[in-house]
């Protein structure tokens, strides 16, 4: 199984703010890493699919970057709706489908 | 606009069975695979089962093989997940979720708000 670890746990920044989250995996992964976003009571939202392409609607101050065990989240200036949790997942070796334990973002 | 609506969830005792239901509208549910992840309370997303379109192949986490069957009916546009021989840690709200295939796997492109289950006697 490939495990998935991301940091930090928590991300503290202020609206306008560039972040920058890391997702690792135990193997390559090749490019098969997607990003989800996950506000509280609510399901999370595909964010980034094969490592850098951005699902439909997603502003483009969401970019993702890597490959192979080493990936990057990066939001180009925070916006207020963007403080959640934000979990990376592999796809590259499954079954099991991974997560990662996720990284909260706040202010 | 792609709807998916799960059902069925509530307290049940340790030990017990569930159902739990996800329908779908807005898309040919009868071309993607479906799943089946699941949250528990405070914690981290985890992958649980997996059925592809046509119900002829089936995956599931080591956590619930043996335990849990994914099934669809895709004349109803339902998944359903049957949960038997329920353990408190299967305390969660479990989501269904459209799958995306790219390149090499399955990501998961379209959620449901997710129904609560709780094991508790």
């Known amino acids: 199984e490939i495990v998935v670890t991301q940091s930090p746990a928590t991300l503290s920044v202020s609206p306008g703010e560039r972040a920058t989250l890391s997702c690792r995996a135990s193997?390559?992964?090749?490019?098969?890493l997607a990003w989800y976003q996950q506000k509280p009571g609510q399901a999370p939202r595909l964010l980034i699919y094969g490592a850098s392409t951005r699902a439909t609607g997603i502003p483009a101050r969401f970019s993702g970057s890597g490959s192979g065990t080493e990936f990057t989240l990066t939001i180009s200036s925070l916006q207020s709706e963007d403080f959640a949790v934000y979990y990376c997942q592999q796809y590259n070796n499954w079954p099991p489908f991974t997560f990662g334990p996720g990284t909260k973002v706040d202010i | 606009q792609v709807q998916l609506v799960e059902s069925g969830g509530g307290v049940v005792q340790p030990g017990r069975s569930l159902r739990l239901s996800c329908a779908a509208s807005?898309?040919?549910?009868?071309?993607?695979?479906m799943h089946w992840v699941r949250q528990a309370p405070g914690k981290g997303l985890e992958w649980v089962a997996l059925m592809w379109n046509d119900g002829s192949k089936q995956y599931y986490a080591d956590s619930v093989k043996g335990r849990f069957t994914i099934s669809r009916d895709n004349s109803k546009n339902t998944l359903y997940l049957q949960m038997d021989t329920l353990r408190a840690e299967d305390t969660a709200v479990y989501y269904c979720?459209?799958?995306?295939?790219?390149?090499?796997?399955?990501?998961?492109?379209?959620w449901g708000q997710g129904t609560l289950v709780t094991v508790s006697s």
């Open positions: 979720a459209r799958g995306l295939y790219d390149s090499s796997g399955y990501l998961f492109h379209y």
């Open positions: 193997q390559s992964v090749s490019s098969s």
């Open positions: 807005g898309f040919t549910f009868s071309g993607y695979g």
